[in-house]
């Protein structure tokens, strides 16, 4: 089992930037891919970034240029840097890895990101 625990979200102003975490226990080695998705009120999760086991990041294409994502290994711990935020970008934003030889998921509890015009 892999447990994710996100910390981070908060109240922006357009333009501004946050950092979101996404701390990992459990089986932490078998874990292939972790990302970012959000969900914004009415409208269905989408993913935001991904980065792979090997270091591979992709991004959506509404975010690429502003956000970045990351990881330290060393403290179990992926990062999402969210600069020049819209009022667009406003969502819940959900961790997620990809384990297992099952390719199991495993996702945070989430976390509220409101970006204010």
């Known amino acids: 089992q892999v447990q994710l625990v996100e910390s981070g979200g908060g109240l922006v102003q357009a333009g501004g930037s946050l950092r979101l975490s996404c701390a990992a226990s459990?089986?932490?080695?078998?874990?292939?891919?972790m990302g970012w998705y959000r969900q914004a009120p009415g409208k269905q999760r989408e993913l935001v970034a991904l980065i792979t086991s090997t270091g591979s990041t992709n991004y959506a294409a509404s975010v690429k240029g502003r956000f970045t994502i990351s990881r330290d290994s060393a403290k179990n711990t992926m990062y999402l840097q969210m600069n020049s935020l819209k009022p667009e970008d406003t969502a819940i934003y959900y961790c997620?890895?990809?384990?297992?030889?099952?390719?199991?998921?495993?996702w945070g509890q989430g976390t509220q990101v409101t970006v204010s015009s």
């Open positions: 997620n890895a990809r384990w297992g030889v099952k390719y199991s998921d495993s």
């Open positions: 459990g089986s932490i080695f078998s874990i292939y891919a």
